[in-house]
C-alpha cells in the first residue's frame, strides 16, 4: 500500500480559509495502474462518505474501487481518516497537502478541482459554499465587509508519502 498527498498552491484575496466539502467533497483524479502501468483516459471521482464494493472479504467497502482494464488486478484507494485540512490565508502561494489517499495497486498522477470547495472570507467575511474552481480562478465580492475575493493560480500535484 501506497500513501499519496495531494498538494494544492493558491494566491488568496481576502479569503482566510479555503477547504473542501468534506465527507461529500469529490475528488476528481486520474489514475494509474502500478501493476501494468494503464492510465485511466478519464476521470474517476473519490468521496470519503461515499463506499463502494463492501463483500465479505471486506465488509467495509472501500472509497474507490477498480478492476484494471488491461491486467484486470483488483485496485482500491481509501481517504486517508482524518486527514483533511484547510487551505489557509497564511499558506498563499506555497504548496500543502490538503488530503492523503491509501491506494492499493494505483497511483494518483493528476487532480480536477472542479465545484464543491469552501471560501471564508477575511475579517469575518461572508462564507462561499458551492465554490467553482474548475477554471483555475474564482472571483467573488462580499459585500459584508466591501471586498473583492479571489482564488487565483490554482495548482495541484500529488506526491508519495515515505513511511
Ligand atoms: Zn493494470
Known amino acids: 500500500m501506497v500513501k499519496i498527498a495531494l498538494q494544492i498552491k493558491a494566491t488568496l484575496e481576502n479569503i482566510?480559509?479555503?477547504q473542501t466539502c468534506h465527507p461529500h467533497y469529490a475528488f476528481f483524479v486520474r489514475i494509474?495502474?502500478?501493476?501494468?502501468?494503464e492510465v485511466s483516459d478519464k476521470w474517476h471521482d473519490i468521496t470519503e462518505g461515499e463506499?463502494?464494493?463492501e463483500d465479505t472479504r471486506n465488509p467495509k467497502g472501500f472509497n474507490f474501487y477498480m478492476k484494471c482494464r488491461m491486467c484486470f488486478r483488483e485496485n482500491s484507494i481509501d481517504i486517508v481518516e482524518g486527514s483533511n485540512v484547510s487551505y489557509m490565508?497564511?499558506?498563499s502561494g506555497k504548496m500543502k497537502t490538503i488530503v492523503a489517499f491509501d491506494c492499493r495497486g494505483v497511483e494518483l498522477i493528476q487532480f480536477s478541482p472542479r465545484?464543491?470547495?469552501i471560501a471564508r472570507a477575511s475579517e469575518n467575511g461572508t462564507t462561499f459554499e458551492d465554490v467553482d474552481l474548475s477554471?483555475?480562478?474564482?472571483v467573488e465580492y462580499d459585500q459584508?465587509?466591501?471586498t473583492s475575493l479571489g482564488v487565483y493560480e490554482f495548482e495541484s500535484h500529488f506526491i508519495k508519502i515515505k513511511k
Open 16 to 18: 482566510e480559509e479555503l
Open 32 to 37: 494509474k495502474c502500478t501493476n501494468c502501468g
Open 51 to 53: 463506499r463502494v464494493n
Open 89 to 91: 490565508a497564511d499558506d
Open 115 to 117: 465545484t464543491g470547495w
Open 135 to 138: 477554471k483555475d480562478d474564482w
Open 144 to 146: 459584508k465587509n466591501n
